[in-house]
């Protein structure tokens, strides 16, 4: 299992890639610092894309799917190489079948229920999401609660502008996505973005 995360917690988005621009576009993530990257599964061809990825980072990098909602997309997501798996919810038969197949798997919670519901089903890292509806005090009244061994990285309205803010409320983590990516920006550009945001978790401390 990659440790990508623990040296640096930021996982890029890249919602709506295509397989002929992943390749250009995870590489210039990837020089910038990012060592976790997944592709949500209503981007064209995701599967092509994640295959591509895997074969180029190898174990150096954790590539691997976002909205992934069932356990049939669990199977294509591993059969592509796939190894970093992330819901937007709590599906406790597709958070087990990840673990069971070797996956970081990083499920969406928003509440404490959920949060230990995907916990009991094999999770041992948390993406609350959509982070910005709860807001920072949402975050500390859930972590009072939930395992201390357990990261919460915050996903949906945070980015480089607010890191410090919930770095301070205690995300582990974040995930990044139109402050990263969008089909329309070059890959000077995301890169760009992406060493902007690398050095804002940085100063965030």
């Known amino acids: 299992m990659s440790d990508s995360l623990a040296e640096l917690p930021l996982v890029a988005i890249l919602r709506g890639v295509t397989p002929a621009r992943i390749e250009g576009v995870a590489g210039a993530l990837f020089d910038a610092g990012f060592r976790a990257i997944e592709v949500?599964?209503?981007?064209?061809?995701?599967?092509?894309?994640?295959?591509?990825?895997?074969?180029?980072?190898?174990?150096?990098?954790?590539?691997?799917?976002?909205?992934?909602?069932?356990?049939?997309?669990?199977?294509?997501?591993?059969?592509?190489?796939?190894?970093?798996?992330?819901?937007?919810?709590?599906?406790?038969?597709?958070i087990a079948h990840g673990v069971a197949k070797g996956m970081r798997v990083m499920p969406g919670f928003f509440t404490p229920s959920e949060g230990f519901a995907a916990i009991a089903a094999g999770a041992r890292t948390l993406k609350l999401f959509p982070a910005s509806s709860g807001g920072t005090d949402h975050l500390k009244a859930i972590l009072a609660v939930l395992p201390k061994d357990v990261p919460v990285y915050a996903v949906g309205g945070v980015g480089?502008?607010?890191?410090?803010?919930?770095?301070?409320?205690?995300?582990?983590?974040?995930?990044?996505?139109?402050?990263?990516?969008?089909?329309d920006l070059s890959d000077e550009e995301i890169g760009a973005r992406a060493r902007k945001c690398v050095a804002a978790f940085r100063d965030a401390g």
């Not at 990825?53 to 294509?76: D, H, I, P, Y």
């Not at 480089?160 to 409320?169: D, F, I, K, L």
């Open 160 to 183: 480089a502008a607010n890191m410090a803010e919930w770095r301070r409320c205690g995300a582990a983590g974040f995930g990044l996505g139109s402050e990263l990516f969008k089909t």
């Open 40 to 94: 949500p599964l209503n981007s064209p061809e995701p599967f092509k894309s994640i295959e591509l990825m895997a074969k180029q980072f190898g174990s150096t990098c954790l590539t691997g799917a976002g909205t992934v909602l069932t356990v049939e997309n669990v199977n294509r997501v591993a059969d592509a190489g796939g190894k970093l798996l992330v819901t937007p919810n709590t599906d406790p038969a597709v």
